[in-house]
């Protein structure tokens, strides 16, 4: 077995920023506590993985594959995540600060936004059909020409979507919050 294929090892408290891991495979293990912050991650890939309280902040990301990886509680700011390898890109974050990331033109059907803080992240052009993008704090962030179809909005905060921008149809939306659908518009409601 190559010493770039890491599998079933739980990595917790450790220093990444510093540590080259461009083409390795990591399958089945655990980040807990880990600081990957400014960390060359490109060309590896993360299979089946969780990163749980970890800081990932500006990361480089090229070409990095996320199949089936959770992120819970971690730190993911400045991320841009459209230069991973989009091809199964699979990932779960839950109570997540992902402020100023960019998913711009991804396919995030198989993805999930639960309860993260997204103020100015960057949605053009994205795909978030069928999703849930429940209890987030979206301030300042950008929908532009996004397919939002189905996705789920509920209890999420701060959020203007302008409906004849974005494909919103079968979205779900909760109330006051839904009034950002009309921000645009110059509507008041009372």
């Not at 540590?19 to 890939?45: M, N």
């Not at 309860?115 to 993008?133: K, M, N, R, W, Y």
Request: aromatic letters at 10%.
């Amino acid at each position: 077995m190559s010493a770039n294929y890491i599998e079933e090892e739980t990595f917790q408290n450790r220093d990444f920023t510093d540590t080259p891991l461009p083409g390795r495979e990591f399958a089945h293990c655990s980040f807990v506590s880990c600081r990957l912050s400014g960390a060359d991650l490109s060309g590896t890939r993360f299979q089946d993985t969780e990163f749980t309280d970890c800081d990932l902040s500006n990361a480089r990301l090229g070409n990095t594959s996320w199949q089936d990886v959770n992120f819970t509680n971690c730190k993911l700011l400045g991320i841009a995540f459209e230069d991973c390898d989009t091809l199964g890109f699979a990932v779960r974050f839950t109570d997540c600060r992902m402020g100023h990331v960019s998913f711009y033109g991804m396919n995030l059907k198989r993805c999930a936004l639960v309860g993260c803080s997204l103020e100015q992240a960057d949605f053009t052009e994205a795909d978030l059909s069928g999703i849930p993008v429940t209890g987030c704090d979206l301030s300042g962030a950008t929908f532009e020409r996004s397919k939002l179809g189905k996705a789920d909005f509920r209890e999420s905060l701060h959020y203007t979507i302008d409906p004849t921008k974005n494909r919103v149809r079968g979205a779900v939306f909760s109330l006051p919050e839904a009034m950002g659908l009309l921000r645009g518009f110059g509507v008041v409601v009372e």
